[in-house]
């Protein structure tokens, strides 16, 4: 994978803010075993989780959105549970394209990339530096998966 990552990593953090779960209508893919073991996490068949929580786009099929006050909200994005944070109400089985964020390649082509990044994502230079294997592997991850990541 050709990426521009510093030698210490790069600084990331999240905040809980939600930011990366909404915005303009998007794309969150998923895997026939995601939607499984999301099925399975609220008791539904694989067919009635996709009639439920899913719709079909131009890329396939892709989880819901939910239209806010913030943007279109992926329909398992919680805003309530904790106050003034918004987090993943199915955090264990979220799908890859949410593990790897922010380690999407787009967002590690180069430097400019990345501090563009910061506008969407309060999170971009914040906290610890995440090692660069650590990086790799995510968005290695993420690129191998289908090579496209859209939201």
Known sequence: MSAWIPEEGLRFECTACGACCTGPPGYVSYTKQEGAAL?????????EFEERY????PAGRSLKEVETEHGFDCVFLD???VPGKAVCSVYEERPLQCRTFPWWPEHLRSERAWNGLERECEGVH???FVPIEE???NAGKQ????????R
């Open 39 to 47: 099925a399975e996490r609220f008791g539904l068949s694989e067919t």
């Open 54 to 57: 899913t719709h079909e786009t």
């Open 79 to 81: 805003r309530e549970t």
């Open 126 to 128: 914040r906290g610890d």
């Open 135 to 137: 990086i790799r592997i």
């Open 143 to 150: 690129k191998s998966r289908d090579g496209s990541v859209n």
